[in-house]
């Protein structure tokens, strides 16, 4: 990165990543960079995607935010945790709505050259939630888990549970 840049990602689901803002400079992301920028050299990079928990945000941390020199990281996330839990889904591995659409292309792909589906996400779903002391404890093993590829980059973390009336 240039010098005297200081530069910030924010990693989250759709709340994060903007869905519903009418352009990028109106998603979180976008207000934080205005509000943190006047008079500084301050770049906000939106990482999120919808739909994504603490899962991904982690392994994006790990093994790409890391080594793009970042000064900040802010996780704005949970409730896509919670979501997940509540359909049964074990959010160490899982495919998010993206994933689910993209697999579904690939078995079509795979049906109409005459070879076998390469599976359905539904197979990670359980039959009744996951309890919220395993979702919890699932969730802030990746928070740490990130916070410490974000210190040896010589970054700091930011958690912020992401609020919701559903969670």
């Known amino acids: ?3 005297g840049l200081y530069r910030v990602f924010v990693t989250g689901g759709s709340t994060a990543f903007g ?3 009418e352009s990028d400079d109106a998603t979180l992301p976008g207000e934080l ?9 301050i770049e906000v990079v939106n990482t999120a995607l919808p739909a994504w928990a603490t899962t991904q945000e982690r392994l994006l941390i790990e093994q790409r935010l890391a080594a793009l020199a970042p000064d900040r990281i802010v996780m704005l996330s949970g409730f896509n945790d ?3 839990g509540t359909f049964g889904v074990d959010t160490r591995w899982f495919f998010t709505f993206n994933d689910q659409h993209f697999l579904a292309l690939l078995n079509q792909v795979q ?3 005459g070879q076998e589906d390469l599976g359905h996400p539904h197979r990670f779903y ?6 919220c ?8 093993r990746n928070v740490e888990s990130a916070a410490r590829s974000a210190r ?16």
Do not use: M, T
């Not at 960079?33 to 050299?41: D, I, M, T, V, Y």
């Not at 359980?126 to 309890?131: A, G, L, S």
């Not at 002391?133 to 802030?140: G, K, W």
């Open 133 to 140: 002391a395993v979702v919890a404890a699932r969730a802030r």
């Open 111 to 113: 049906r109409r050259v």
């Open 152 to 167: 040896d980059a010589g970054a700091d973390l930011v958690f912020a549970l992401q609020p919701s009336i559903f969670s």
């Open 82 to 84: 919670i979501l997940w």
């Open 126 to 131: 359980r039959n009744e939630p996951v309890d």
């Open 1 to 3: 990165k240039p010098p």
């Open 33 to 41: 960079e205005k509000a943190l920028s006047p008079g500084r050299r």
């Open 19 to 21: 869905s519903g803002a």
